[in-house]
């Protein structure tokens, strides 16, 4: 499996940059994937985000649908898309350190 390095660490991740051991992630992994997408700073809405995905994850073993996401957080997809350049499955949840959707997020 390939790896990354991200905020000083080796991960593990798929073949679309996806971390693969969520135990391991941080809030510094998360900054580190926004880096790399050009968001400098996560302000506390990506935090609400960020926070709620892992935490639906770790309850469920599955990333939620975008429409779960959004009734939730109390954002629209605009505003996600808006604190997500990739969107929620492209960046919002490999930001939050669990795998690749398998369905539409």
């Given amino acids: 499996m390939p790896q990354m390095d991200l905020a000083g660490q080796k991960y593990e991740v798929d073949e679309h940059g996806f971390m693969q051991e969520t135990s391991r992630w941080t809030e510094d992994v998360a900054r580190a994937y926004a880096s790399l997408e050009n968001v400098k700073e996560l302000t506390a809405d ?17 990333c939620p649908m975008v429409r779960r996401l959004i009734k939730e957080t ?25 795998p690749k959707p398998t369905g539409c997020v």
């Fill in 46 to 62: 990506h935090w609400k985000a960020i926070n709620y995905l892992r935490s639906y994850y770790l309850q469920n073993g599955i």
């Fill in 74 to 98: 109390g954002f629209t997809l605009k505003r996600l898309y808006d604190l997500f350049p990739n969107g929620p499955a492209q960046s919002a949840c490999k930001w939050a350190g669990v």
